[in-house]
Each structure stands twice: as structure tokens, then as C-alpha cells.
């Protein structure tokens, strides 16, 4: 049999991508008024053409979009002309390139994967192997604000439908303890609630938040104390009645397996822009399975094109099991053409083409930066 040649990287566009909120986003390591992402297109010399975007959360992952920009293009120039199919063999490159920096490399990464999965003619959670037989409802998340104001959100939300709301917590133990009685105050006992610290408490007060939390119907609490403590992490996580959820924590599968070795979490919460995309997301999954801890899906401020690539990720990873897609609920403008479509309550749809399946609006990255490497 005739061996087939190996496609190549014909060019690349790094393109900036604005998108206004709805409103300003607040959690306890700051405040957001515009999603500032980053869109990149590979395209390859037989005229196909994958897509990915970042979105850098600056407190988290310490990218901004400019930076992203000016290190997308070394990048870009670093590959251009290799096999995109050879995924491994991009994100080593990316790797020597330059270390760190995993939103960035995550579009990229999303982008080979749309490549891989247009070129096989399959949609790419059937690519990874998924069978999309769940049903993939996202929670909503209320940010930091007055205990009146989420209240008032968090009623918003379980009115529309959503079957878990995730509160943004972080401030003091006496804030936060007011919030969320505040809160199931105005929604009753049964919803389920999620909580996220955002690295906000000292050790010593959250455990003590976390035990007066207890009696509030709480699935999970994340990243309760500063990031680098997985020592005490784990004490966090031995003395709380509520499961505890690593999130910034956990950036990559060497991360995944030092908290899993440690004991020092029940679940991961897995994002592309801290991963470096679906590539190293299928590793923490799979040292989370064999861990025995379950995972959830997190995102920045992402449109539904990043979102779509995730929601793929879920349908092919019976390993992850909430599920919180819900940045793009929370922008005042949807640049994406096709995509996951949101069907109301919490619902997503994936597209059955090939690849991720959606695109951005070509008139709406028109009014957008643009670099061609
Ligand atoms: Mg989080």
C-alpha cells in the first residue's frame, strides 16, 4: 500500500478577539470587564483549516491577550511547515519553544485537534473515542458580590432552569457564610450548590468555613487556599465534611498525579486554557481514573467555540461528570457560527460535522487584529 503523505502547516493567523460581558465578572483574585481572547487558524497545504481559541484568565494563569499574541507567533513561526496530524510531536515543539504559557498552546492544541478531526471526517468526540450518549447540562455560576445581590442571581438562574448553581466565594469566613445562607434563603434546600474559593481563605479558616458550610447541600468546594500548598491542601481535605475540587492547583497531568499521590483532593476541575488543551486534559483524566477521582470541566471566559471543543471532550470522557460550561452565558455578544446550541435550563447540543463543528463569524474577527505567519 502506497504510504500517504504527511499534510503540512501552509500558515498561521493570530487573531485578537474581544468580546463584551454582560456585565463585570468578580471572584477573590480580581475583576473582568471584557473577555480579551485569542482566536488561531492552521491552515493545512490541502485547504483544510482548524481552529482554536484561548482565553487568558490573568490571576490564574498569568497570560494576557497581548502577551499570548507576541508568544503565538514565535510559536506559529516554530511550526510552520510540520505535519499538523503529528499532535504529539506540535505540543513538544510548543514545549521547547517556550515553557508555560498552556492558554496559548491550548488553541493551537484545539486547532491541530479540529484539523485531525476534520481530516478524519468525524466529529472529534468521536475521535477521541466518545459515544456522546449523556446529556450535558452545565451549572451557572454566581460571581462575588453583596449576600443580596447573589441571592438575587442565584434565584434568576434556578428560575431559568439550571440544575446547579456554582457561588464564587473567597472574601471572610463571616462574607461568605452570609452569602450562601443568603442565598439558600432565596432558592430553598434542593438545588445543589458548588463552591469556589478561588485560593481566597487560610487554611485554618477553611476548615472552619467549610464545616459551618456543611448543613447548606454542597456538592464540592474548589480550590479552597493559595495554589502552591498542596501540603496543606490535603489537611484542608481531611478535616472537611464537603468534598474538595482542585482547580488552579492542578494545571497539567505531573500536577494531577502529585495531589493524586498526595491524597490531597476528591476531584480535579480539568480546563484547556491550564492544561495546554484536549491533549494533556485526556492525560489528568486518565491518572484521575486510575486515582479514582472524578473530574469536572471549568472555563475562563471563553466564547462557545472553545466551549464546543470541551463539551466534545465531556461526550468522549465518562470520567467527567460536572460539568461547568457556562462562560459564553455571561457575554453580552456570541461571535460563533455553529457550535454547541444552548437549549435552555443548562442544556448543550453538540454539532454532528466533522471537527469541532462551529467557527467564528468571519465579519465579526474582521473587526479584529489579525497576524499571518
Ligand atoms: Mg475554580
Redesign the pocket.
Known sequence: MKRMKNLKIDKIEVIELNISLKEPISISLGTHYLAENVVIKIYADNGLVGTGEASPEINIVGETQSAEIEIAKLIATGIKGKDPLAIEDRIQDMDHIIDGNYTIKSAFDMALYDLLAKQAGLPLYQLLGGGNTREIYTDMTVYLGTPGRMAEQALEYKNEGFPTIKVKLGTSAEEDIERIRAIREAIGDEIPLRI?A?QGWDTVTAIKILKALEQFNIDHC??PIPKWNNTDLRRVRDNSPIPIMA??SVFDHRDAFRLASMGACDYF?IKFAKSGGIHNAIKINAIAEGAGIKTQV?CMSESRYALTALTHFVAARNNVVWFDIDSSLSHAEDPVTGGIQYSGKGKWELPQVPGIGGDFDPEFLEKMKKSVI
Open positions: 469556589d478561588n474548589e480550590e482547580d488552579e476541575n471549568g
